[in-house]
């Protein structure tokens, strides 16, 4: 597992043409290099989303600020990729609604939730396969408060991941 992941990063590092593997692949990675980081899918989180009865969780995108703003879930808020605990902790103002996190597909998130949690957040969780499974599952997306279709394909080989008729020009 370790050195396919491995060559399916470097591949990406040096512009291979396509992902090493597809979706699946990456989100068995994400799992497996972030065990302690809980994961939510897509369709959880849409039921989440519309379950009246408890409150709508933080949506923080956690990509870069041009990722962001090309698309994001509705809702959410943008913080970079390498924030420090203390800057979601400025973010969140003390709010305590469970926090899902995003990114492409789940690496920097991942990344993020576990420094998060090991800060003492415990009520963080990794959406699994981020903004491009939600995107490919045709669920909606937006930017400056209008729906839009495309997601920023954070570079071409990742983008090869998107379905072609949801990737934006990098």
């Given at each position: 597992?370790?050195?396919?992941?491995?060559?399916?990063?470097?591949?990406?590092?040096?512009?291979?043409?396509?992902?090493?593997?597809?979706?699946?692949?990456?989100?068995?990675?994400?799992?497996?290099?972030?065990p302690g980081?809980?994961?939510m899918?897509?369709?959880?989180?849409?039921?989440?989303?519309?379950?009246?009865?408890?409150?709508?969780?933080?949506?923080?995108?956690?990509?870069?600020?041009?990722?962001?703003?090309?698309?994001?879930?509705?809702?959410?808020?943008?913080?970079?990729?390498?924030?420090?605990?203390a800057?979601?902790?400025?973010?969140?103002?003390?709010?305590?609604?469970?926090?899902?996190v995003?990114?492409?597909?789940?690496?920097?998130?991942?990344?993020?939730?576990?420094?998060?949690?090991?800060?003492?957040?415990?009520?963080?969780?990794?959406?699994?396969?981020?903004?491009?499974?939600?995107?490919?599952?045709?669920?909606?997306?937006?930017?400056?408060g209008?729906?839009?279709?495309?997601?920023?394909?954070?570079?071409?080989?990742?983008?090869?991941?998107?379905?072609?008729?949801?990737?934006?020009?990098?």
């Amino acid at each position: 597992m370790i050195l396919a992941l491995l060559r399916a990063l470097f591949s990406v590092v040096h512009g291979a043409d396509a992902p090493a593997e597809g979706m699946d692949h990456w989100k068995a990675a994400v799992r497996a290099k972030f065990p302690g980081v809980p994961q939510m899918t897509t369709a959880d989180l849409v039921a989440r989303l519309g379950d009246t009865n408890r409150p709508a969780p933080i949506l923080l995108d956690v990509r870069t600020r041009k990722e962001f703003d090309r698309s994001h879930l509705p809702s959410a808020r943008h913080l970079d990729p390498d924030a420090k605990p203390a800057e979601v902790d400025r973010l969140l103002a003390g709010q305590t609604n469970d926090v899902v996190v995003y990114c492409s597909v789940g690496w920097r998130s991942s990344a993020l939730a576990q420094r998060l949690r090991a800060a003492g957040r415990t009520n963080v969780v990794n959406l699994e396969g981020s903004i491009f499974a939600w995107a490919n599952e045709d669920r909606p997306l937006e930017a400056d408060g209008r729906p839009v279709e495309l997601v920023h394909p954070y570079n071409r080989t990742f983008g090869k991941l998107l379905k072609p008729e949801r990737r934006a020009s990098p």
